[in-house]
């Protein structure tokens, strides 16, 4: 297995370039399965859950091609299976998102229950009582969801809470479906709105993505399109953290900044100088680090994925802050492996207090989960000698070329055996 090696401290200066976002290609990858024509996608990150999502693609009969920074899929007629197995989507959530395209387009699907990052339950019931709504019957049995409709109907259908997955895959089923569907209570990413943009361009009747209350007017068919993946806010905001962690001077070229709102609000208010253009993220900081405590929310609330990075940089923080998880249950797995290298920090359920400022010291530690994975990144960059993160294959699930792009920033990070 390969591992990262960080040889710190170090002070980040520098420019990168944005990267596609992984979790809005993610879905629009699966929604190229409801039409039979060519489709590009440009900005489309070169990360593993991408190449798994390209293999699974692959085995419902879409080919691909990459050039670039571009994805070009092309359906390619021949008989294949409805059917997504475990083989190819065990390490990889999002798989499930073929499942409301599937359905809406060949009247049937076959998923494997999904695998990915062991940070909670995150059932998909919502996903399947959605369906159901649109007339779909659904069976669970020996680890797989199987759906089937003749024809899927609109109907109105109201989440009990917000699911980035669920309004996901019901909007992506609800093109086809006969007639008009409302979804309430729907989550608001900003990749939602992306993969909306894209069925839109394909054919799509869609209003409302990014509110609380999505209308489609489902199509006989949809076409082919080209679509650019917008920016990775999740990438974006880690080498923005990366930045103040180190006291350092970074800009991120191609940065959404209403998209990260909520971090560069809290990076406001620990004392950092933060300059935002249309297209670019500049942060710089010296000096003290003030304490300020996070909850974590659905968007447009502080982001869940950026909770373990936002925990490395208070531990280097002067005083006391907390941070409340409330999206996941089990997303705290980074805390021991923090304390390992010296971080002072107490978890009471949902809450871990962090105490700073801590002098981490390098040894070597165990990435848990793709987040976890940057955050003992960025503890090794502020971190006395070298430390080692072992199993980076979650790092590669989200962070396209991370050791790269750190390097043209300044840091000694190099990915060996």
Same mark, same amino acid.
């Given at each position: ?117 062991? *940070? ?8 399947? @009582? ?47 479906? +006969? ?17 909306? +943009? ?17 209308? *489609? ?20 905001? @880690? ?7 180190? +006291? ?96 002072? *920090? ?65 840091? +000694? ?5």
């Amino acid at each position: 297995m390969q591992k990262l090696l960080i040889r710190g401290p170090t002070r980040l200066r520098g420019t990168i370039p944005a990267s596609g976002a992984k979790n809005a290609a993610l879905p629009i990858l699966a929604a190229c399965l409801l039409c039979d024509e060519e489709i590009e996608l440009r900005n489309v990150p070169a990360v593993r859950d991408i190449r798994t999502m390209l293999q699974l693609l692959e085995h419902l009969g879409v080919e691909n091609e990459r050039l670039g920074d571009a994805v070009i899929l092309r359906p390619t007629g021949r008989v294949s299976p409805d059917e997504a197995p475990y083989e190819l989507v065990k390490t990889m959530r999002a798989s499930v998102l073929v499942l409301g395209p599937l359905l809406a387009r060949r009247g049937h699907a076959r998923v494997s229950l999904p695998g990915g990052c062991a *940070i909670g339950v995150r059932p998909i019931d919502l996903h399947l @009582t959605g369906l159901e709504a649109l007339g779909a019957a659904v069976e669970l049995e020996h680890g797989y969801v199987e759906t089937r409709a003749g024809q899927l109907e609109g109907a109105r259908f109201r989440f009990p809470q917000p699911t980035v997955g669920g309004t996901e895959n019901l909007l992506m089923a609800a093109c086809l479906a +006969r007639g008009t569907t409302v979804l309430e209570n729907c989550a608001r990413e900003p990749e939602i709105v992306d993969l909306a +943009r894209f069925l839109v361009a394909m054919g799509a009747g869609i209003e409302g993505a990014g509110e609380d209350t999505i209308t *489609i007017e489902g199509r006989d068919r949809l076409g082919g399109a080209r679509h650019s993946v917008i920016s990775d806010r999740i990438q974006d905001g @880690t080498y923005l953290i990366a930045g103040v962690l180190t +006291r350092g001077d970074v800009t991120v070229e191609g940065a959404r900044p209403a998209d990260l709102a909520p971090l560069l609000e809290k990076l406001d208010e620990i004392g950092a100088r933060v300059d935002v253009g249309e297209e670019h993220i500049r942060v710089r900081h010296e000096g003290a680090i003030k304490p300020r405590g996070v909850v974590t929310e659905p968007f447009p609330g502080f982001p869940t994925d950026l909770q373990a990075q936002y925990m490395t940089l208070m531990t280097q923080a002067d005083g006391v802050s907390t941070v409340s998880e409330t999206v996941f249950e089990n997303r705290f797995q980074h805390v021991p492996e923090l304390v390992r290298m010296g971080a002072d *920090i107490h978890i009471d359920g949902t809450y871990a207090r962090v105490h700073g400022p801590s002098a981490l010291s390098g040894t070597s530690v165990m990435a848990t989960d793709l987040r976890a994975s940057a955050c003992l990144v960025l503890a090794g960059l502020v971190a006395e000698g070298e430390t080692f993160v072992h199993r980076i294959y979650h790092l590669d699930r989200g962070y396209e070329q991370m050791e790269s792009k750190l390097q043209q920033l300044g840091a +000694r990070v190099e990915r060996v055996d």
